[in-house]
C-alpha cells in the first residue's frame, strides 16, 4: 500500500511539474507576465507551506532553528525557489515547453560541476559520456527550435539554463 501510494504521488508530482509549463505558455497568450505568474504560484503555494510548518511545530520535542540555519534556508529558498523560478518563468517566453523540460533537466550537469569545483569530486568518464549523450539530444530538440520557432530561443534558452543554474546551487548548497 505505501509503495503504491508513494508511486502515484511521485507520478502525480511528475505529471504536474511537466504541467507547469505548459499552463505558463498558456498564460502567457493572455498577457500575463512573469513577475505576477510567480506572485500566482508563490500565493497558491503558500497555504500548504503554512499547513507544512503548523504540522511539524505539533512535535513535542522539536528541536529549535539556530538563527544560522534559519539564514541559510532563507538564503536557499530564494535562490532555489524563487530566482530559479523567475528565470524558468522568463525563458519559456521564449522557448517552447519541451525545449525549457530539456534544458532544466541540464542541472545535474551543473551539480556535477560545482561539486567537482567546490567538493573536489572527480569527474569520471562514464560522467563525461553521460553529459555528452545528454548535450547531443538537447542540440537536437535546440536546433529544431531555432529552425522553426519565431521569437529569440538563444535569450529564452540563456534564461532557462541560468534556472538550471540557480536549483543547481540550490542543491549543492542544500546537500
Not at 502515484?8 to 497568450?29: E, M, P, Q, T
Amino acid at each position: 500500500n505505501a509503495r503504491l501510494s508513494g508511486a502515484l504521488i511521485v507520478a502525480a508530482a511528475a505529471i504536474a511539474f511537466s504541467g507547469k509549463a505548459v499552463i505558463i505558455k498558456l498564460a502567457y497568450r493572455h498577457g500575463v507576465d512573469a513577475v505576477t505568474l510567480l506572485a500566482l504560484r508563490m500565493i497558491f503555494s503558500a497555504p500548504l507551506f503554512l499547513a507544512l510548518a503548523w504540522w511539524d511545530n505539533r512535535r513535542e520535542h522539536r528541536t529549535p532553528l539556530a538563527a544560522a540555519d534559519a539564514r541559510t534556508i532563507a538564503i536557499l529558498g530564494f535562490i532555489g525557489y524563487y530566482l530559479a523560478s523567475y528565470f524558468d518563468f522568463l525563458g519559456l517566453q521564449y522557448v517552447t515547453a519541451a525545449l525549457e523540460r530539456l534544458l532544466l533537466f541540464i542541472h545535474p550537469t551543473f551539480v556535477l560541476i560545482l561539486s567537482a569545483m567546490f567538493f573536489k569530486r572527480r569527474i569520471t568518464a562514464r560522467d563525461v559520456v553521460a553529459v555528452v549523450l545528454s548535450y547531443l539530444g538537447i542540440a537536437l530538440v535546440f536546433g529544431h527550435d531555432v529552425a522553426t520557432q519565431p521569437g529569440n530561443v538563444l535569450l529564452g534558452s540563456a534564461w532557462v539554463l541560468l534556472s538550471a543554474l540557480f536549483y543547481a546551487a540550490y542543491l549543492i548548497g542544500s546537500g
